[in-house]
């Protein structure tokens, strides 16, 4: 069993920055791809991003490449979205995940999610 924590999510301006995190307990954090989606009110969910067990390789969506990084702290058994120039089309729940598996079609793991708004 893995559990998965977000925090960070808020409310910010068109052109502003948040910081996602995503604190896994459970099991050995480090043996895990992590990942981020997010959803948006009346829209599917979509991938983020992902950043493989060793942190080595980094997944991003075309959509937020260039402007988001995802990290991830093994000591702390955490992973970040910083997220920078941020959209009002990036609005949306924000979900990390998790999976022994390199960007599998379904991640097993899910934490409950944290809302990102942007204001324009």
């Known amino acids: 069993q893995v559990q998965l924590v977000e925090s960070g999510g808020g409310l910010v301006q068109a052109g502003g920055s948040l910081r996602l995190s995503c604190a896994a307990s459970?099991?050995?954090?480090?043996?895990?791809?992590m990942g981020w989606f997010r959803q948006a009110p009346g829209k599917e969910r979509e991938f983020v991003a992902a950043i493989s067990w060793s942190g080595g390789n980094t997944y991003y969506a075309d959509s937020v490449k260039g402007r988001f990084t995802i990290s991830r702290d093994s000591a702390k058994n955490t992973v970040y979205l910083q997220m920078n120039s941020l959209k009002p089309e990036d609005t949306a729940v924000y979900y990390c995940?998790?999976?022994?598996?390199?960007?599998?079609?379904?991640?097993?793991?899910w934490g409950q999610g944290t809302q990102v708004t942007v204001s324009s």
């Open positions: 459970g099991r050995t954090f480090s043996s895990y791809t």
């Open positions: 995940v998790a999976d022994l598996k390199l960007l599998p079609d379904e991640y097993e793991w």
